[in-house]
């Protein structure tokens, strides 16, 4: 058994990922029993921290963990706090993050292997009324 926290001060955006991610943002990587794949993990979002707008081929499940953010869909934007599950179908367009004001922090599990996360999407409204 191990026992691990969800630690804003630990881990670093990995470089591949750099230009995928407005503002500062940090996996935490986890131990897994399940080994590489579904990757398990937390990421630190900072205050104006935000992915851009992408898919998961197989989906993607987020929990809440610390702070508060948002998570959003080409219909809806909605506010996630500590506790909220998330499941992003798969191939659903969709962007997470804090808020302009707000770090948050949340632990996902999704599949990694190349290919999986398609970041060459239309941003829609993804830069409208974040500020």
Do not use: C
């Not at 963990?65 to 499941?87: H, K, L, N, Q, W």
């Not at 190349?114 to 409208?128: I, Q, S």
């Amino acid at each position: 058994m191990d026992f691990e926290h969800a630690d804003a001060a630990k881990g670093e955006l990995p470089d591949e990922y750099t230009p995928h991610f407005q503002g500062r943002a940090k996996f935490q990587m986890l131990n897994s029993p399940f080994g590489s794949e579904p990757a398990v993990f937390v990421v630190h979002f900072d205050a104006g921290g935000r992915t851009h707008p992408h898919f998961h081929r197989s989906g993607q499940l987020l929990y809440i963990a610390d702070g508060e953010g948002i998570v959003a869909t080409e219909s809806e934007r909605r506010t996630v706090r500590p506790g909220d599950v998330v499941t992003v179908a798969p191939n659903e367009w969709h962007w997470h993050g804090g808020t302009p004001t707000s770090a948050m922090s949340h632990v996902t599990v999704q599949m990694m292997t190349p290919g999986d996360v398609v970041w060459d999407v239309e941003e829609k409204d993804w830069a409208t009324d974040y500020e």
